[in-house]
Antibody, heavy 119, light 106 residues
Framework: EVRLVQSGPEVKMPGESLKISCTAS????????LGWVRHMPGKGLEWVGL????????RYNPSFEGLVTMSADRSINTAYLQLSGLRASDSAMYYC????????????WGQGTLLTVSS | DIQMTQSPSTLSASVGDRVTITCRAS??????LAWYQHKPGKAPQLLMH???RLERGVPSRFSGSASGTEFTLTISSLQPEDSATYYC?????????FGQGTKVEV
């Protein structure tokens, strides 16, 4: 069974940094693209980007480039989403999701990590 | 980048109704269109990919189709558990644009 387990909810101050983790099991982590999706309160889903854990190749949504950094550690089947210089507008639920298959649709999702940025 | 325009933004229907949600793409592309169901407090769930390929375990009342730049999700007989927000997504190896979402109230 494919499982993605994300790190827990976070409360941060403006200007701080954060690294959300996403630990995968039940499939060959290095072989399939993994995506990140943002869901702001009351808004729609936003595609943040993709990472291929096999070689850490990344593809960013231009709207998020420079604002987030995706990385992966194949040795522990874990992907990361780093956000720096946090602002209140970064407050959202962040999901990781794998694309186990030949394309990049997101067929297995983590439970989400809720980020609250507040002074 | 291809933009996806989804409609309607909300719809209210009764149990047993046939409902249709549409996504229109800004350019033609072949096939790589997915539909997700998102319920409050839960992670989104992939319903189908490649326009019409249903995921395992998804009820057969859900179906997908395409005509030109217009992609359609149809629920043939709406059930109470179908209350959710539905999103289309055009996915490639370098992008993954979501539609704006359609909130379905049963």
């Amino acid at each position: 069974e494919v499982r993605l387990v994300q790190s827990g909810p976070e409360v941060k101050m403006p200007g701080e940094s954060l690294k959300i983790s996403c630990t995968a099991s039940g499939y060959e982590f290095a072989k399939y693209w993994l995506g990140w999706v943002r869901h702001m309160p009351g808004k729609g889903l936003e595609w943040v980007g993709l990472i291929y854990p096999g070689d850490s190749e990344v593809r960013y949504n231009p709207s998020f480039e420079g604002l987030v950094t995706m990385s992966a550690d194949r040795s522990i089947n874990t992907a990361y989403l780093q956000l720096s210089g946090l602002r209140a507008s970064d407050s959202a639920m962040y999901y990781c999701a794998s694309s186990v298959g030949s394309t990049t649709c997101l067929n297995n999702w983590g439970q989400g990590t809720l980020l609250t940025v507040s002074s | 980048d291809i933009q996806m325009t989804q409609s309607p933004s909300t719809l209210s229907a009764s149990v047993g109704d046939r409902v249709t949600i549409t996504c229109r793409a800004s350019q033609t592309f072949r096939g790589w269109l997915a539909w997700y169901q998102h319920k409050p407090g839960k992670a989104p769930q992939l319903l189908m990919h490649d326009t019409s390929r249903l995921e395992r375990g998804v009820p057969s009342r859900f179906s997908g189709s395409a005509s030109g730049t217009e992609f359609t999700l149809t629920i043939s007989s709406l059930q109470p558990e179908d209350s959710a927000t539905y999103y289309c997504q055009h996915y490639t190896f370098s992008s993954g644009t979501f539609g704006q979402g359609t909130k379905v109230e049963v």
